[in-house]
């Protein structure tokens, strides 16, 4: 039976109403398909930074970040091809603070073992500058950047950048003088700055996943207190990763490897032998580690209680978000005491840094949950 119909109403309404929203429908699914891409190659892009914050570390822990003693953005792509090259790659090794105080005699093979962890670690530096370029162009030209993003995809771009430049700065300290590692403070600021870019790459990834019409709606349901509290955690943990790349620089996790305790006491009597006095805070090792522990402590405390706090979260998939965040403190600080106790073996210690990288990006997606709720309906199914 067909309804009657207001005088006023147009004949050509209903066709007019269902073009709009078809044109509308039509928006949306360009949209979602540029988000989808995006986030697409954001996530190879945190992919690369991850594997890259790993093999950083690698080569860390086997000294070879003074091999090349050179910065060339472009040509130096090209390793070693003739061995009137590889000579002429170790004459200037061979002339480094690093060669003459500590590694006096190395022969031209043992060079090469760590010519090549220092190259793949530039290598994969330009690789991702080349992701990033060839992706950021890409969708720019083809008009597939969703609205208001391309600001954040530049700062990427641009980070990346400086981080290729610090990553030279860092390096240039430990080329002169007596110097026979990089300058430790050059080289938390180094691994800061890659943990500031990975975690705006997983802050984008979680905002492309669900539509901005979702986003809106969840925004609702912000759980304003555990939003804050996650924000705080995620500054600690950051703090705690710039402690934990200063006692990798200064290779403090090899000189008390006793714990509870450090050398047999709390607070170890070697904490301010330097002069002057703010020097210990960068290159001795005992107040570094100590520090380091202390930090690492007030961090798992912190975690718990906001762990506690979100227990009570309406919401069961921010609940389940923290429960791994907690699971993985207890986990990092397992593996930061078994570092210790082990002297820095390079498996461990790799492990511990993965570890940081694994519970830096698990409380970025608790905080993000916090402040966009996923809803479930009675049944349990995402509203």
Same mark, same amino acid.
């Given at each position: 039976?067909?309804?009657?119909?207001?005088?006023?109403?147009?004949?050509?309404?209903?066709?007019?109403?269902?073009?709009?929203?078809?044109?509308?429908?039509?928006?949306?699914?360009?949209?979602?398909?540029?988000?989808?891409?995006?986030?697409?190659? #954001?996530? =190879?892009?945190?992919?690369?930074?991850?594997?890259?914050?790993?093999?950083?570390?690698?080569?860390?822990?086997?000294? *070879?970040?003074?091999?090349?003693?050179?910065?060339? !953005?472009?040509?130096?792509?090209? !390793?070693?091809? /003739?061995?009137?090259?590889?000579?002429?790659?170790?004459?200037? @090794?061979?002339?480094?603070?690093? &060669?003459?105080?500590?590694?006096?005699?190395? /022969?031209?093979?043992?060079?090469?073992?760590?010519?090549?962890?220092?190259?793949?670690?530039?290598?994969?530096?330009?690789?991702?500058?080349?992701?990033?370029?060839?992706?950021?162009?890409?969708?720019?030209?083809?008009?597939? =950047?969703?609205?208001?993003?391309?600001?954040?995809?530049? #700062?990427?771009?641009?980070?990346?950048?400086?981080?290729?430049?610090?990553?030279?700065?860092?390096?240039?300290?430990?080329?002169?003088?007596?110097?026979?590692?990089?300058?430790? &403070?050059?080289?938390?600021? $180094?691994?800061?700055?890659?943990?500031?870019?990975?975690? %705006?790459?997983?802050? &984008?990834?979680?905002?492309?996943?669900?539509?901005?019409?979702?986003?809106?709606?969840?925004?609702?349901?912000?759980?304003?207190?555990?939003?804050?509290?996650? /924000?705080? #955690?995620?500054?600690?943990?950051?703090?705690?990763?710039? #402690?934990?790349?200063?006692?990798?620089?200064?290779?403090?996790?090899?000189? @008390?490897?006793?714990? !509870?305790?450090?050398?047999?006491?709390?607070?170890?009597?070697?904490?301010?032998?330097? /002069? !002057?006095?703010?020097?210990?805070? %960068?290159?001795?090792?005992?107040?570094?580690? %100590?520090? $380091?522990?202390?930090?690492? @402590?007030?961090?798992?405390?912190?975690? +718990?209680?906001?762990?506690?706090?979100?227990?009570? *979260?309406?919401?069961?998939?921010?609940?389940?978000?923290?429960?791994?965040?907690?699971?993985?403190?207890?986990?990092?600080?397992?593996?930061?005491?078994?570092?210790?106790?082990?002297?820095?073996?390079?498996?461990?210690?790799?492990?511990?840094?993965? +570890?940081?990288?694994?519970?830096?990006?698990?409380?970025?997606?608790?905080?993000?949950?916090?402040? @966009?709720?996923?809803?479930?309906?009675?049944?349990?199914?995402?509203?």
């Amino acid at each position: 039976m067909s309804t009657k119909r207001s005088i006023f109403e147009e004949v050509g309404a209903g066709a007019k109403a269902a073009q709009a929203k078809d044109v509308a429908g039509g928006i949306d699914r360009t949209r979602k398909g540029a988000r989808r891409g995006v986030r697409i190659w #954001l996530m =190879i892009l945190f992919t690369l930074v991850a594997v890259m914050i790993a093999v950083g570390g690698l080569t860390r822990l086997t000294d *070879s970040g003074l091999s090349i003693t050179e910065w060339k !953005p472009v040509t130096g792509a090209l !390793p070693p091809m /003739t061995g009137a090259d590889w000579d002429q790659e170790f004459a200037k @090794y061979q002339a480094s603070p690093e &060669y003459l105080l500590q590694n006096k005699g190395m /022969t031209l093979e043992a060079f090469k073992t760590i010519f090549w962890w220092e190259w793949g670690h530039r290598q994969l530096g330009r690789v991702i500058g080349l992701v990033w370029a060839i992706g950021f162009f890409g969708f720019l030209v083809a008009r597939r =950047i969703p609205a208001g993003w391309t600001g954040r995809l530049v #700062l990427i771009g641009a980070l990346g950048g400086m981080q290729g430049a610090i990553g030279w700065w860092m390096v240039a300290s430990g080329l002169h003088g007596r110097m026979v590692d990089v300058a430790s &403070y050059r080289l938390a600021t $180094h691994l800061g700055l890659a943990f500031v870019i990975l975690g %705006f790459i997983t802050w &984008y990834v979680l905002h492309l996943g669900r539509p901005e019409a979702a986003l809106m709606q969840a925004r609702r349901g912000r759980e304003g207190k555990l939003f804050g509290l996650s /924000t705080g #955690l995620m500054h600690f943990a950051f703090l705690q990763i710039i #402690l934990g790349a200063l006692v990798a620089g200064i290779d403090a996790g090899r000189g @008390y490897i006793d714990w !509870p305790l450090m050398a047999g006491q709390f607070f170890p009597d070697a904490a301010f032998n330097l /002069t !002057p006095l703010w020097t210990n805070f %960068f290159e001795n090792p005992a107040l570094v580690q %100590f520090i $380091h522990r202390m930090s690492g @402590y007030g961090l798992f405390v912190f975690g +718990g209680a906001v762990w506690w706090t979100a227990r009570g *979260s309406a919401h069961p998939v921010t609940r389940r978000a923290f429960h791994l965040v907690m699971g993985m403190m207890v986990l990092q600080m397992v593996l930061g005491i078994v570092t210790v106790m082990q002297a820095a073996a390079p498996h461990i210690a790799i492990t511990h840094q993965i +570890g940081a990288v694994v519970l830096w990006v698990l409380i970025l997606r608790a905080r993000f949950l916090s402040q @966009y709720p996923v809803t479930q309906s009675i049944r349990g199914t995402k509203a």
